[in-house]
């Protein structure tokens, strides 16, 4: 099984990423809603939405949207919220989400570069380009590469109610590799993150080949120019090509 499989769909995973930060999301989609000025029926693709947040948070400001993620457990949590306008399921982001056309795809939080070989992220992005609509805008919220491997914090402790979670950090083969140590109730585990480093030279890359054109980068959450020397994060706005 591979590792996403594996730790997207325990508790734990939850559990460790519970103080995730509501408001900068919410933050986060004002600002794109009044950057790309979508019409009042657009029609958003939440790809790899995890529990939902943005997609809830898109929902209340009157859109249509489906979320999708490969955690049945994110899923589960996800359709408590659902409604006649806000969609959930379970889907794997290779593969193409059939029978549907969005006005806009997002992909948030560093929901993307799991996978060694580079053909699947561009699978991925493919699958982007064939639910786009011919106007339709895919955004993608990523880390800043150099960023964080000038940060990287090798080792801490998270505690998170009964159960210390020991972070370890690393840079290996071009992967950020996270290991996620913890013993619960007498028993230990053990589960890993990885994402790949990927620079906006690579991602102008990986969206040729995928039929798309970045039309613009920032660097926060607040829409800022990117700086690849001091922004924390890598957010493209791109479109289909022709």
């Given at each position: 099984?591979?590792w996403?499989?594996?730790?997207?769909?325990?508790?734990?995973?939850?559990?460790l990423?519970?103080?995730?930060?509501?408001?900068?999301?919410?933050?986060?989609?004002?600002?794109?809603i009044?950057?790309l000025?979508?019409?009042?029926?657009?029609?958003?693709?939440?790809?790899?939405?995890?529990?939902?947040?943005?997609?809830?948070?898109?929902?209340?400001?009157?859109?249509?949207?489906v979320?999708?993620?490969?955690?049945?457990?994110?899923?589960?949590?996800?359709?408590?919220?659902?409604?006649?306008?806000?969609?959930?399921?379970?889907?794997d982001?290779?593969?193409?989400?059939?029978?549907?056309?969005?006005?806009?795809?997002?992909?948030?939080?560093?929901?993307?570069?799991?996978?060694?070989?580079?053909?699947?992220?561009?699978?991925?992005?493919?699958?982007?380009?064939?639910?786009?609509?011919?106007?339709?805008?895919?955004?993608?919220?990523?880390?800043?590469?150099k960023?964080?491997?000038?940060?990287?914090?090798?080792?801490e402790?998270?505690?998170r109610?009964?159960?210390?979670?020991?972070?370890?950090k690393?840079?290996?083969?071009?992967?950020?590799?996270?290991?996620?140590d913890?013993?619960?109730?007498?028993?230990?585990?053990?589960?890993?993150?990885?994402?790949?480093?990927?620079?906006?030279?690579?991602?102008?890359?990986?969206?040729?080949?995928?039929?798309?054109?970045?039309?613009?980068?920032?660097?926060?959450?607040?829409l800022?120019?990117?700086?690849?020397?001091?922004?924390?994060?890598?957010i493209?706005?791109a479109?289909?090509?022709?």
């Amino acid at each position: 099984m591979t590792w996403f499989k594996k730790w997207f769909n325990t508790t734990y995973y939850h559990l460790l990423y519970n103080n995730r930060d509501y408001k900068e999301a919410e933050n986060f989609i004002d600002n794109l809603i009044i950057y790309l000025k979508p019409k009042e029926s657009a029609q958003f693709f939440d790809l790899a939405c995890g529990k939902g947040r943005h997609s809830i948070f898109l929902n209340k400001k009157g859109f249509d949207v489906v979320g999708v993620d490969l955690s049945e457990e994110s899923i589960l949590t996800a359709q408590e919220s659902s409604n006649e306008t806000l969609y959930f399921a379970v889907h794997d982001m290779r593969e193409k989400f059939p029978n549907h056309s969005f006005d806009i795809v997002v992909n948030l939080f560093t929901s993307f570069g799991y996978f060694d070989d580079d053909r699947e992220d561009i699978d991925v992005l493919k699958g982007v380009v064939s639910v786009l609509k011919d106007d339709g805008v895919f955004v993608l919220d990523y880390l800043n590469a150099k960023q964080v491997i000038k940060n990287i914090k090798q080792q801490e402790t998270i505690q998170r109610e009964n159960v210390a979670f020991q972070i370890t950090k690393k840079i290996e083969n071009l992967f950020v590799v996270k290991g996620i140590d913890f013993v619960d109730k007498g028993e230990s585990y053990h589960f890993e993150e990885r994402v790949k480093l990927i620079d906006e030279d690579q991602f102008d890359v990986y969206f040729k080949l995928a039929g798309l054109r970045v039309l613009a980068k920032f660097g926060n959450y607040n829409l800022e120019a990117f700086n690849e020397n001091s922004s924390p994060r890598l957010i493209l706005i791109a479109e289909k090509i022709g």
